[in-house]
């Protein structure tokens, strides 16, 4: 079973920026599209960015043009880079790799926090 461990969340003000990262075990992390999503207070978990193993990539409409996910898979790593963060931004983030239409494939990990100040 692959292991995920996110980090590089933190407390940041409007308008900073945060890079995540995401570390899988195992050799499959290469052949497998992978993503990263949020759970706001309250809310349910969404997804935010994709990238297939060949490094495509689609975002939900609330980060287009702010938030760049991208792989290395030497590293089996994942990143987020949040630019122009906003304080709806807050909220625990994970990554998983996406099946089907709104499936994920691994169990979840812990997490990683992000706040976004006013």
């Known amino acids: 079973q692959v292991r995920l461990v996110e980090s590089g969340g933190g407390l940041v003000r409007a308008g900073g920026s945060l890079r995540l990262s995401c570390a899988a075990s195992?050799?499959?992390?290469?052949?497998?599209?992978m993503g990263w999503y949020r759970q706001a207070p309250g809310e349910q978990r969404d997804v935010l960015a994709q990238?297939?193993?060949?490094?495509?990539?689609n975002y939900a409409d609330s980060v287009n043009g702010r938030f760049t996910i991208s792989r290395d898979n030497a590293k089996n790593t994942v990143y987020l880079q949040m630019n122009s963060l906003k304080p709806e931004d807050t909220g625990v983030y994970y990554c998983n790799s996406p099946v089907g239409g709104s499936g994920t494939r691994f169990a979840w990990g812990r997490g990683t926090q992000v706040t976004v100040s006013s």
């Open positions: 195992g050799s499959i992390f290469k052949l497998l599209p």
């Open positions: 990238i297939t193993e060949r490094g495509s990539t």
